[in-house]
């Protein structure tokens, strides 16, 4: 999951994740060298948070939706 510490859509995935028992790694695009420019890369050239990679597959939730999250992460 990459996020920013400013990001409120980064900070509802989050609660949505540690409420549902669901682990993840967060890589803050702030912080790790060459972490914004992958984001960019994914999302078409813009910093899109929070942005998340699955088994390969990347997906951006900003805005935040829980739905789509939930559909993103196969729990319909």
């Keep these: 999951m990459y996020t920013t ?16 028992g669901i682990p993840y790694v967060e890589i803050n695009i702030e912080e790790h060298d060459n ?3 992958y984001v960019m890369k994914i999302n078409h050239g813009k910093r899109k948070v929070p942005t998340f990679e699955i088994d ?11 739905r ?7 729990l319909n």
């Design 5 to 20: 510490t400013w990001c409120g859509d980064c900070r509802n995935a989050k609660r949505f994740l540690n409420d549902n």
């Design 56 to 66: 390969g597959r990347a997906f951006n939730l900003s805005p935040y939706d829980e």
């Design 68 to 74: 789509r999250f939930r559909e993103e992460l196969g």
């Design 35 to 37: 972490a914004a420019e």
